[in-house]
């Protein structure tokens, strides 16, 4: 038995049960309106054996799309739709943090407001395509943030985050990783800025920190969870040195007392070695909670918690095969596999049927 793994962890003023946590994963399955649905209520709940589950990434405001049907968290009537998933998880007695997300120049006209162009610190395209309604198209040029839009869009993670907190989360969790805004903004092949959000890490930093700054001050920094992603190439990023880049993040995190840094190393296994070198640079900058993410298994996650590289491991794609993930990790049963062909939006098929171990084996998946 995986015993670290499975052993209880406290975050903050939280006691989570085990150190197994469901990594954010959007699912494009959210309603009109960007509203949370029944159905996301009965996905989330059928996982509250997780220590603690990380929801979709939802955005904090109307031009912070990225892909089609992801829920929001910036009108009233998201907030009252989250407010069945919160409770879906609390009465199965889990626990849950909403993903606070703006998606940058990872978007496309077709999903924003009035058809405009995506916002990044620099005008500079992503190479690859946007998901859109229409399918797959090129991403566009978006266009380059003025000094004076930034106090706002700021601004706009703060009100999340008191959204969230109304909404019946426990915590949020902000995305800062995966190329989206925050980390056009860290990096240096997404951010040329001339002014004082460009340049040194310090200033390619100062956006996070204000938006840390400003959500962990609408609710306590020991609810606030950072995603970062020093190495991960998806949505086109770079940096010409990332060691001293998130070392500099990793430190400077570290005086908020947050609830947990969490780290992706890789999502592709040929480069977990490269990612298994950035994150003890991490661990040792930042003092607080770790939480490791990755290409995990029940074994690799004991042994990164034994041997204290990590606090917490978070786990994608196993997730969504496995509502029972903690059940199948504490008896050694096997895995279910996850369906790729509906990972992002459709029904009720490949979300919420995946069978716990004991259902009905004519439901099981190739
Ligand atoms: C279907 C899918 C959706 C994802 N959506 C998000 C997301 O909304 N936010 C995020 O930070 N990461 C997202 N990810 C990345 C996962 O959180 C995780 O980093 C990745 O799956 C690697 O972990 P794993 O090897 O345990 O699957 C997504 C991954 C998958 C498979």
Redesign the pocket.
């Known amino acids: 038995m995986p015993r670290a793994l499975l052993s209880a962890f406290r975050v903050g003023t939280l006691e989570l049960r085990n150190r197994v946590v469901m990594?954010?994963?959007?699912?494009n399955r959210a309603g009109a309106g960007e509203l949370a649905t029944p159905m996301m209520a009965t996905y989330y709940g059928q996982r509250a054996g997780a220590g603690l589950i990380v929801t979709?990434?939802s955005q904090v405001s109307a031009d912070a799309v990225g892909y089609p049907k992801t829920p929001g968290i910036h009108t009233d009537a998201q907030v009252e739709a989250w407010r069945q998933v919160t409770d879906a998880v609390h009465d199965a007695g889990g626990r849950i943090f909403l993903?606070l997300?703006h998606a940058g120049r990872a978007s496309h006209p077709s999903l924003l407001p009035d058809g405009q162009a995506p916002v990044a610190p620099s005008a500079i395209a992503a190479a690859g395509k946007a998901f859109t309604a229409q399918g797959l198209v090129p991403f566009p040029e978006p266009r380059a943030l003025a000094l004076a839009e930034i106090p706002p869009l700021i601004a706009a993670f703060g009100h999340a985050s008191v959204r969230a907190r109304a909404a019946g989360f426990d915590g949020v969790e902000i995305?800062a990783?995966?190329g989206y805004l925050i980390d056009q903004f860290l990096r240096d092949g997404t951010n040329q800025r001339s002014d004082g959000y460009g340049g040194s890490p310090a200033n390619r930093a100062r956006f996070l920190l204000e938006v840390t700054e400003a959500v962990a001050a609408a609710w306590e920094a020991n609810r606030v969870g950072v995603?970062i992603s020093p190495l991960q190439t998806f949505n086109d990023m770079r940096d010409s040195d990332p060691t001293r880049t998130f070392r500099y993040v990793a430190e400077e995190l570290d005086r908020f007392d947050l609830a947990y840094l969490h780290v992706?190393e890789a999502?592709n296994p040929n480069a977990r070695d490269l990612g298994l070198a950035i994150s003890p640079i991490v661990r040792c900058a930042f003092d607080g909670p770790v939480m490791l993410?990755?290409?995990?298994t029940r074994d690799l996650a004991d042994r990164a918690i034994v041997d204290g590289l990590a606090d917490l491991v978070?786990?994608?794609?196993?997730y969504?095969a496995n509502p029972d993930l903690i059940e199948r990790f504490r008896h050694h049963h096997p895995l279910n596999t996850p369906d790729r062909t509906t990972?992002?939006g459709g029904t009720a098929e490949g979300y919420v049927d995946y069978p716990a171990i004991g259902d009905e084996p004519t439901l099981l998946r190739a």
């Open positions: 990594a954010p994963m959007t699912r979709e990434a993903q997300w995305h990783g995966n995603r992706v999502v993410n990755g290409g995990y978070s786990f994608g794609s196993a969504i990972f992002y």
